[in-house]
């Protein structure tokens, strides 16, 4: 620029040098503070009204490959998610973004999309990150199935609201309702069977909290596999859990015995001995599911399915004793405490030996001691005689 102006009359000079200085303090300001100077940008992070300004608007996608991303996201909703009451920004998850247009996006399809998330919840759920990187669906995952569960499957982040009480720390009645339909999406074919089963059949026809949803079963973020030896042997606890529980049972009339009769039947007490002398071994006597079955469990005087139906019962015992026939069910008491109506024989043979027993015994004892008391009487009588 000097070159250019050296020949030039010196007022015209002095003017471009001025000129020129100008545009450089202006050029140099600008360098030196480029977040000022961008009028969309206000603070050190973008608000999320900068983000909601766009991103409120109807009907906008981002293509991704062949497939087309809504990118709508509802200034409501996110303002009653837990995130948006605990005043987390998008900036707080989007950390890659601070304007628009926005970085390249280099995955082809929404399912990769929402993996590149995977690291985004770590940084505030460490526990729940940790115990999914632990679990069946991670297990699943890093053998190459991109379908297994990650957080995003189960928890939108834009649209989650509570599920524990804030100051309970427990699961919401109305958390506990929504979680089989969040598993549904991929277990369709056991959440259609769970909705027909007694459990299901109450919570999802019932809206009834009391019975047990896939997480009471299976836990939620650390899920194991439960086709293993050490879960099937586990199920006698799992289902005592609340079978044990008169506060719940009391309600619908069950019976809280129905675990220790299981015990006492040579069945349960060949189990409970086999994992107390061979833990983690495989046992061959049944539990509570294969005669009950598991996402399919019914009332047990449900005519179709119930197991207090011979013929239904029947199937079950063949699994394990091919040759039983019609009544070899009926050879067997179930968890019935024998009474008057169910095994009478049993019950008045139980109730004889209970009479019989003390009453001879007592007998006896009365004849001894009363035989002793005169013995000792007669002697003392002898003595004085003497
Ligand atoms: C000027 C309007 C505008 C603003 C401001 C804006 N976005 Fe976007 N955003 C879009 C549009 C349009 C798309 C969809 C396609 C595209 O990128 O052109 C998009 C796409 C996205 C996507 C999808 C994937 C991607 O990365 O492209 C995310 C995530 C996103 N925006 C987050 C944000 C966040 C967070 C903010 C605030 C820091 C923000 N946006 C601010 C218009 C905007
Ligand atoms: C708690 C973390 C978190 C917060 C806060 C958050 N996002 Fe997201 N956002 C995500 C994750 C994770 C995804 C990927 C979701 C998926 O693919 O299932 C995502 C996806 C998106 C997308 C792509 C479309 C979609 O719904 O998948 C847009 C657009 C977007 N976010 C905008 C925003 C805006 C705007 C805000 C603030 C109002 C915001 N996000 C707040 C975590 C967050
Ligand atoms: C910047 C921090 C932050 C990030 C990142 C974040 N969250 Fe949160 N999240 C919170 C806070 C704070 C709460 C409220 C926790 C509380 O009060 O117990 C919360 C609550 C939740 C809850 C409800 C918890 C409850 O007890 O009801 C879920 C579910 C959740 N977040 C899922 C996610 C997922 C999934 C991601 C990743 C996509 C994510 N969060 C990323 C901060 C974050
Ligand atoms: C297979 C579905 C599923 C996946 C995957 C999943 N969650 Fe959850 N999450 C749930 C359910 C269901 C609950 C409610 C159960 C409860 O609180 O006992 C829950 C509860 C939570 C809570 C509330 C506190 C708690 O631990 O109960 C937070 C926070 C949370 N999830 C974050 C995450 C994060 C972060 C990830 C990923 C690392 C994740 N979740 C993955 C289903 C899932
Ligand atoms: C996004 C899809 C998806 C969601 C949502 C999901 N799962 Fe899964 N789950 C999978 C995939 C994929 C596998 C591994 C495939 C397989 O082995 O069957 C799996 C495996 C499992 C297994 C182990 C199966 C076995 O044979 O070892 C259990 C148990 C399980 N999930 C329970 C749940 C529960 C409970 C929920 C809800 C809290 C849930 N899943 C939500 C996709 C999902
Ligand atoms: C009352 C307890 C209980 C409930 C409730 C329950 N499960 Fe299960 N689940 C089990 C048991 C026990 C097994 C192991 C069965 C076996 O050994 O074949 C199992 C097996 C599984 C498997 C793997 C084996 C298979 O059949 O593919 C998946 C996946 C699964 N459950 C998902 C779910 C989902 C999803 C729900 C909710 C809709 C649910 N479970 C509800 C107890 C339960
Ligand atoms: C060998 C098969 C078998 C096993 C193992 C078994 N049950 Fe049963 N169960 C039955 C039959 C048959 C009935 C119906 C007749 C009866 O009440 O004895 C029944 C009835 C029940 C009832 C209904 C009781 C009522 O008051 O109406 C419950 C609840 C129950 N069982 C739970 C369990 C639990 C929990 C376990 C494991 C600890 C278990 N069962 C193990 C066969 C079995
Ligand atoms: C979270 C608590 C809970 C768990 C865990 C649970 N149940 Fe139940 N179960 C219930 C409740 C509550 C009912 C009564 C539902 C109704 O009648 O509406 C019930 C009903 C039943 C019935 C029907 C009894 C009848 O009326 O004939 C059977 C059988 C049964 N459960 C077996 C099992 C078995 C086997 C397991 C373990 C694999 C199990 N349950 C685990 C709560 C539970
Ligand atoms: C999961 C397999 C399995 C199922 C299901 C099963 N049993 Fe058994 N049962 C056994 C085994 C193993 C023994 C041997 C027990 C021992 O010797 O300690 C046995 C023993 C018996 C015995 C003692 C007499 C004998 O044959 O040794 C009777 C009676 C019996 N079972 C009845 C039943 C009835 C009734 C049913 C159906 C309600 C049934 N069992 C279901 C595995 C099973």
Redesign the pocket.
């Known amino acids: 620029m000097h070159h250019r102006t050296i020949s030039r009359p010196p007022h015209i000079w002095t003017v471009s040098l001025l000129l020129g200085l100008g545009l450089l303090i202006f050029a140099l300001a600008a360098l030196a503070s480029p977040v000022q100077a961008s009028p969309?940008i206000q603070e050190d992070k973008?608000s999320n009204d900068?983000?909601l300004?766009?991103?409120q608007e109807e009907g906008?996608?981002?293509?991704l490959g062949s497939e087309s991303?809504p990118?709508t996201i509802n200034p409501t909703e996110f303002g009653m998610s837990v995130h948006g009451e605990e005043g987390i920004a998008?900036?707080d998850c989007?950390t890659d973004?601070?304007?628009?247009?926005?970085?390249d996006?280099k995955v082809k399809n929404t399912r990769d999309?929402t993996l590149t998330f995977l690291e985004t919840c770590k940084e505030c759920h460490e526990e729940q990150y940790t115990n999914v990187h632990n679990s069946v669906h991670q297990r699943a995952f890093d053998e190459g199935n991109k379908n297994a569960a990650v957080c995003m499957d189960c928890h939108n982040p834009h649209t989650q609201t509570r599920l524990t009480g804030k100051t309970s720390g427990q699961l919401t009645p109305s958390a506990r309702l929504h979680i089989p339909t969040t598993c549904a999406q991929c277990h369709t074919e056991i959440y259609d069977t769970y909705k027909t089963s007694v459990h299901g059949n109450a919570l999802t026809q019932e809206n009834n909290t009391d019975v047990p949803t896939c997480i009471d079963c299976h836990g939620v973020h650390n899920i194991q596999d439960p086709t293993t030896i050490t879960f099937r042997n586990s199920t006698p606890f799992l289902c005592a859990k609340c079978h044990t529980d008169a506060a719940i049972m009391d309600k619908y009339g069950i019976s809280t015995n129905v675990v220790n009769s299981y015990v006492s039947d040579f069945h349960g007490a060949t189990v409970k001995l086999f994992e107390e002398q061979f833990p983690g071994q495989p046992t061959n006597k049944p539990v509570c599911t294969d005669c009950h079955g598991v996402h399919d469990i019914a009332k047990v005087n449900n005519p179709e399915a119930g197991i207090a139906m011979q013929e239904n019962l029947l199937i079950k015992c063949q699994r394990c004793h091919p040759d039983a026939t019609a009544n070899f069910p009926a050879a067997w008491m179930s968890h019935y405490e024998p009474s008057p109506e169910h095994y009478p024989i049993v019950y008045y043979v139980n109730l004889f030996y209970k009479i019989f027993i003390p009453t001879v015994l007592g007998g006896m004892i009365f004849f001894v001691l009363t035989d002793i008391y005169r013995r000792i009487v007669n002697r003392a009588k002898g003595t004085k005689h003497a």
């Open positions: 969309s973008p900068f983000c300004a766009c991103h906008i996608d981002k293509t991303l990118v998008c900036v989007h973004i601070s304007d628009y247009p926005h970085p996006v999309f």
